[in-house]
C-alpha cells in the first residue's frame, strides 16, 4: 500500500505521467467533461470532496508552472479564488474566459471531477518541472 500522497491511483498514475506543459484539470461538479478526455470522477454528495481539498492534495505531488482560471472566479466565487491564490505562490496565473477555459480542457491529459457545487471552480494545471 502506498504510504503518503495520494491514495487515488487514477489521480497517482495521471500526475506520475505528466512531462513538462502537460494539464490536467480539477473541476467542480458541473463543467462539461470532453468524452476523449480521461474522467477522474471524485464527486460523491454536494462538496464531497471539495475543490480546495482536492487541489491541495494534487499540489502536494504535481509540479506546477502556470495554472488557467475563469475570470468570472473572481467576481462570483471570490473566496476559493483568494484561498486558492495562497496555495500557487510561485505559479503564473493565467485568467480567460469561462467559454476559452472549456476549450482549453480538450487539451488535458485527466480531469478530476471534485463534488464541489460552488461556481467557477475549475482550474487548469499546466505541470512544470523539478530541474
Known amino acids: 500500500m502506498k504510504k503518503i500522497g495520494i491514495l487515488n491511483s487514477q489521480i497517482s498514475k495521471v500526475i506520475s505521467e505528466l512531462g513538462h506543459t502537460d494539464r490536467i484539470v480539477i473541476c467542480d461538479a458541473g463543467l462539461p467533461i470532453p468524452d476523449h478526455v480521461e474522467r477522474i470522477d471524485l464527486a460523491l454528495t ?13 499540489l502536494q505531488e504535481m509540479q506546477v508552472e502556470k495554472a488557467y482560471w475563469a475570470d468570472e472566479i473572481k467576481a462570483k466565487n471570490n473566496e ?16 480567460l474566459s469561462h467559454t476559452e477555459l472549456k476549450k ?6 485527466a480531469i478530476i471531477r471534485t ?11 499546466e505541470s512544470g518541472v523539478i530541474f
Open 46 to 58: 454536494p462538496g464531497t470532496p471539495s475543490f480546495l481539498l482536492t487541489l491541495e492534495a494534487v
Open 80 to 95: 476559493l479564488w483568494q484561498r486558492s491564490q495562497a496555495l500557487l505562490p510561485d505559479v503564473a496565473q493565467i485568467c
Open 104 to 109: 482549453l480542457t480538450h487539451g488535458a491529459k
Open 115 to 125: 463534488g464541489e457545487c460552488s461556481p467557477y471552480a475549475n482550474v487548469i494545471l
